[in-house]
């Protein structure tokens, strides 16, 4: 007989615990500082803005969040604040918030949640965290976006807490009908009531103060292929050609964090990539852009020139004790520039030197929360309090004053985005920069785009990727994706080819996988799957000038591209219930298959009219129907009324301009949008762009131009009605 130790319980803590479930009473407010209301109308909404400042301590100046400054007219200290929303100091260290939460409210937004759409009934932290597993533990992920849109139909309001400070917001968890936001922090905030208003003006009047995104690079949209590490030029060189020869379209390749040397920032390896320069050059005569992974860290190596001069410059993040913070990354020991001081943000953009000779297109900002291997979980167990700035892990400095880290966490990724912004914008100025990021906060719109991290080649993850990306859609950040395929496991073909299938509408179209997984390029099985994704990704290619013209339509009013139903039927009960479906602008409703060796699925059709993407019998709305959809089809369905503007076959978005462009009409009468550009400089900005109104009346397609200053006279134009396809004179 084997005699083991019985195991020992500490019931001191099983006690405390066994009791901790119990609501807090409602602790006395401990305030004592200023604060202030406003009032305001943005973009036709009425914002009120509550701004509390603590006595005696530093305040973060100028918000990193708010774009753009609005005329606040002051309001009495005692109006009432919509949705009984009271807050206090109730630590020092911890502010709460206080909201009733009616049946029926829907909560979206708050960035990356690993959630349904309706973020109701649970706790939500947001503190940027490297979060490897996404489960239903899961709470922290790698955005923290402390924007929610409490949905009710054509009443709808929007929160905005301005604080970069962790915060954890429970909508709702004990089904009381209340809602708490805890803020850890000892600095000022501000608080943004937006509404009541429709969902839609929520997010214009929410993107009015954060930012608007711009206009990405065309090719941006087209198909990206990435993978943890294509480790020599030889293979890069080689999966282009194989793209090329298999005639699959691909405008981006990346060069993951292998390209370096020893994982060196603003370096290349010169055993594995000798020819860097000469590299980028040929896959740029084949119409690739490549772009380069950038992490913080920064290799300590007193012989490592960007190491030295962030020491010198004093550009790094500090201890308590006033030396380097030193963490562990891929490089090993490793610095992290305090992107709070502005010169280090000048510094860092000014590096982008090295890329930007080397004629990368563009850079994907990764293990910005920041990541740190030997400190994973950023925030201490069970906190109820911000930890005291010894325990923040490091410090920043803000004009000179000294800030915990914890304090400005969230700002982090968003911050390394804007000096990447701000280098590429200097280097290339009538360029339009693309930028890929991890972490982000509010307002990241402005400097880059963001995928959802290391998700898994899990069905559940493909299926998830719907209701997240929604999510982000309504936290302001339309620009966005998860790694197609997933990152970790193997993907397995029927699921990479259903993985597609959705992905193709994604607005960001990245292919990306781990170091560890199967090749996972669409060639890399086989025939029959290479045929149906080759298929697909046409798919994609025809969807782009629709996809562009919704970009410029969100440029002006932030309404994302992936829709939840609700966007367009607010009043519909059972639409609001849909996250398993979306909308692609108002006009395309997308229903996947997300599960293994399924061929059919329900979907339900909003109102009106729906045609099959791909022809067949049009399906009538305010139903849920029983569909088919084989691997390898198209899972959408076009409103009747709609037109949808569309390219013919290209390999990359090189070919775009000389492609035709077809208005295919879905309807007897139909009306549409239609945006083009250049489709890569500013010049949109000065007004050199073109839009039309599109409209079918018994059976002829008019087109009134809103704005002509682009010339388009190289341009082919077509209209497709009822099947039948002849050219089309735009102008
Ligand atoms: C992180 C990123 C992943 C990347 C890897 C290596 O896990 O999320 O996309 O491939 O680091 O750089």
Same mark, same amino acid.
């Given at each position: 007989?084997?005699?083991?130790?019985?195991?020992?319980?500490?019931?001191?803590?099983?006690?405390?615990?066994?009791?901790?479930?119990?609501?807090?009473?409602?602790?006395?407010?401990?305030?004592?500082?200023?604060?202030?209301?406003?009032?305001?109308?943005?973009?036709?909404?009425?914002?009120?803005?509550?701004?509390?400042?603590?006595?005696?301590?530093?305040?973060?100046?100028?918000?990193?969040?708010?774009?753009?400054?609005?005329?606040?007219?002051?309001?009495?200290?005692?109006?009432?604040?919509?949705?009984?929303?009271?807050?206090?100091?109730?630590?020092?260290?911890?502010?709460?918030?206080?909201?009733?939460?009616?049946?029926?409210?829907?909560?979206?937004?708050?960035?990356?949640?690993?959630?349904?759409?309706?973020?109701?009934?649970?706790?939500?932290?947001?503190?940027?965290?490297?979060?490897?597993?996404?489960?239903?533990?899961?709470?922290?992920?790698?955005?923290?976006?402390?924007?929610?849109?409490?949905?009710?139909?054509?009443?709808?309001?929007?929160?905005?807490?301005?604080?970069?400070?962790?915060?954890?917001?429970?909508?709702?968890?004990?089904?009381?009908?209340?809602?708490?936001?805890?803020?850890?922090?000892?600095?000022?905030?501000?608080?943004?009531?937006?509404?009541?208003?429709?969902?839609?003006?929520?997010?214009?009047?929410?993107?009015?103060?954060?930012?608007?995104?711009?206009?990405?690079?065309?090719?941006?949209?087209?198909?990206?292929?990435?993978?943890?590490?294509?480790?020599?030029?030889?293979?890069?060189?080689?999966?282009?050609?194989?793209?090329?020869?298999?005639?699959?379209?691909?405008?981006?390749?990346?060069?993951?964090?292998?390209?370096?040397?020893?994982?060196?920032?603003?370096?290349?390896?010169?055993?594995?990539?000798?020819?860097?320069?000469?590299?980028?050059?040929?896959?740029?005569?084949?119409?690739?852009?490549?772009?380069?992974?950038?992490?913080?860290?920064?290799?300590?190596?007193?012989?490592?020139?960007?190491?030295?001069?962030?020491?010198?410059?004093?550009?790094?993040?500090?201890?308590?004790?006033?030396?380097?913070?030193?963490?562990?990354?891929?490089?090993?020991?490793?610095?992290?520039?305090?992107?709070?001081?502005?010169?280090?943000?000048?510094?860092?953009?000014?590096?982008?030197?090295?890329?930007?000779?080397?004629?990368?297109?563009?850079?994907?900002?990764?293990?910005?929360?920041?990541?740190?291997?030997?400190?994973?979980?950023?925030?201490?167990?069970?906190?109820?309090?911000?930890?005291?700035?010894?325990?923040?892990?490091?410090?920043?400095?803000?004009?000179?004053?000294?800030?915990?880290?914890?304090?400005?966490?969230?700002?982090?990724?968003?911050?390394?985005?804007?000096?990447?912004?701000?280098?590429?914008?200097?280097?290339?100025?009538?360029?339009?920069?693309?930028?890929?990021?991890?972490?982000?906060?509010?307002?990241?719109?402005?400097?880059?785009?963001?995928?959802?991290?290391?998700?898994?080649?899990?069905?559940?993850?493909?299926?998830?990727?719907?209701?997240?990306?929604?999510?982000?859609?309504?936290?302001?950040?339309?620009?966005?994706?998860?790694?197609?395929?997933?990152?970790?496991?193997?993907?397995?073909?029927?699921?990479?080819?259903?993985?597609?299938?959705?992905?193709?509408?994604?607005?960001?179209?990245?292919?990306?996988?781990?170091?560890?997984?199967?090749?996972?390029?669409?060639?890399?099985?086989?025939?029959?799957?290479?045929?149906?994704?080759?298929?697909?990704?046409?798919?994609?290619?025809?969807?782009?000038?629709?996809?562009?013209?919704?970009?410029?339509?969100?440029?002006?009013?932030?309404?994302?591209?992936?829709?939840?139903?609700?966007?367009?039927?607010?009043?519909?009960?059972?639409?609001?219930?849909?996250?398993?479906?979306?909308?692609?602008?108002?006009?395309?409703?997308?229903?996947?298959?997300?599960?293994?060796?399924?061929?059919?699925?329900?979907?339900? +059709?909003?109102?009106?009219?729906?045609?099959?993407?791909?022809?067949?019998?049009?399906? $009538?709305? *305010? /139903?849920?129907? @029983? #569909?088919?959809?084989?691997?390898?089809?198209?899972?959408?369905?076009?409103?009747?009324?709609?037109?949808?503007?569309?390219?013919?076959?290209?390999?990359?978005?090189?070919?775009?301009?000389?492609?035709?462009?077809?208005?295919?009409?879905?309807?007897?009468?139909?009306?549409?949008?239609?945006?083009?550009?250049?489709?890569?400089? +500013?010049?949109?900005?000065?007004?050199?762009?073109?839009?039309?109104?599109?409209?079918? $009346?018994? *059976? /002829?397609?008019? @087109? #009134?131009?809103?704005?002509?200053?682009?010339?388009?006279?190289?341009?082919?134009?077509?209209?497709?009605?009822?099947?039948?396809?002849?050219?089309?004179?735009?102008?």
């Amino acid at each position: 007989m084997i005699e083991t130790d019985a195991p020992t319980y500490d019931w001191t803590t099983a006690r405390q615990r066994r009791k901790s479930w119990k609501a807090e009473e409602r602790p006395k407010n401990l305030f004592s500082g200023e604060s202030k209301v406003g009032k305001c109308q943005v973009a036709g909404v009425d914002v009120l803005k509550i701004a509390a400042h603590p006595e005696g301590l530093l305040r973060l100046a100028d918000s990193f969040m708010v774009h753009h400054k609005h005329d606040w007219k002051e309001e009495s200290a005692g109006v009432g604040l919509p949705l009984g929303l009271e807050w206090q100091q109730s630590k020092d260290g911890r502010f709460d918030f206080f909201f009733s939460l009616a049946d029926g409210i829907r909560c979206f937004g708050l960035g990356e949640r690993f959630s349904t759409l309706d973020l109701r009934g649970a706790r939500h932290t947001l503190c940027t965290t490297d979060e490897t597993k996404h489960t239903e533990f899961a709470d922290s992920l790698y955005k923290a976006i402390p924007f929610m849109v409490l949905f009710d139909g054509d009443n709808s309001y929007g929160f905005f807490l301005d604080s970069p400070a962790p915060q954890r917001w429970d909508l709702d968890s004990e089904l009381n009908c209340e809602g708490k936001i805890e803020l850890f922090t000892r600095q000022g905030w501000s608080m943004y009531v937006f509404g009541p208003a429709p969902l839609p003006s929520i997010l214009d009047s929410f993107s009015a103060v954060t930012g608007k995104a711009k206009m990405p690079p065309l090719w941006s949209l087209g198909h990206q292929q990435c993978r943890w590490s294509y480790p020599d030029e030889e293979t890069v060189r080689e999966i282009a050609t194989e793209f090329r020869q298999r005639k699959i379209p691909c405008d981006t390749i990346y060069l993951d964090i292998d390209y370096m040397d020893e994982y060196r920032v603003f370096t290349h390896s010169p055993e594995r990539f000798p020819a860097f320069t000469k590299m980028i050059e040929d896959l740029r005569a084949q119409n690739f852009n490549v772009i380069t992974i950038v992490d913080p860290g920064v290799k300590k190596d007193e012989k490592f020139p960007v190491f030295k001069k962030g020491l010198k410059d004093n550009l790094f993040c500090k201890t308590q004790d006033g030396e380097v913070y030193i963490g562990q990354v891929w490089p090993g020991h490793s610095a992290f520039p305090d992107f709070l001081k502005p010169e280090t943000r000048k510094w860092w953009a000014d590096n982008h030197s090295f890329y930007v000779k080397n004629g990368i297109a563009g850079i994907w900002n990764d293990m910005n929360e920041p990541a740190l291997f030997n400190l994973t979980r950023p925030l201490p167990d069970g906190m109820d309090a911000l930890p005291a700035e010894s325990a923040q892990h490091f410090c920043h400095s803000l004009d000179d004053e000294r800030l915990g880290h914890l304090e400005v966490r969230n700002l982090y990724g968003t911050l390394m985005c804007k000096s990447t912004h701000q280098g590429l914008i200097e280097q290339r100025p009538n360029e339009r920069p693309f930028i890929l990021t991890r972490s982000a906060t509010a307002g990241i719109q402005n400097y880059s785009a963001v995928w959802l991290g290391d998700n898994y080649s899990w069905y559940e993850h493909l299926a998830k990727s719907i209701p997240m990306l929604l999510n982000m859609g309504m936290s302001g950040v339309a620009f966005c994706g998860v790694d197609i395929g997933g990152f970790f496991g193997s993907c397995p073909p029927e699921m990479l080819i259903r993985w597609y299938e959705l992905g193709i509408f994604y607005p960001l179209f990245r292919n990306h996988c781990w170091l560890e997984g199967r090749a996972q390029e669409p060639f890399a099985y086989g025939e029959k799957c290479e045929m149906l994704l080759r298929k697909l990704i046409e798919t994609r290619y025809g969807l782009l000038p629709y996809i562009y013209s919704l970009f410029h339509e969100h440029t002006t009013n932030g309404a994302p591209l992936m829709r939840p139903l609700s966007w367009h039927y607010p009043q519909d009960r059972i639409a609001a219930n849909a996250d398993d479906e979306f909308l692609l602008g108002e006009n395309i409703l997308v229903a996947p298959i997300t599960e293994r060796s399924k061929s059919c699925r329900n979907v339900y +059709f909003p109102e009106g009219l729906w045609h099959p993407f791909n022809g067949g019998t049009p399906v $009538k709305g *305010g /139903q849920t129907l @029983a #569909v088919e959809i084989p691997l390898g089809s198209v899972p959408a369905f076009v409103r009747d009324g709609s037109i949808i503007p569309m390219a013919s076959a290209m390999q990359s978005t090189a070919e775009y301009e000389s492609c035709t462009i077809t208005f295919k009409c879905f309807g007897k009468n139909a009306q549409g949008m239609y945006f083009e550009d250049d489709g890569k400089s +500013f010049d949109y900005e000065r007004g050199v762009y073109n839009e039309w109104q599109l409209s079918l $009346k018994e *059976g /002829q397609l008019s @087109a #009134v131009s809103v704005h002509k200053s682009f010339d388009s006279a190289g341009r082919k134009y077509a209209v497709d009605i009822e099947g039948k396809n002849s050219s089309f004179k735009l102008s």
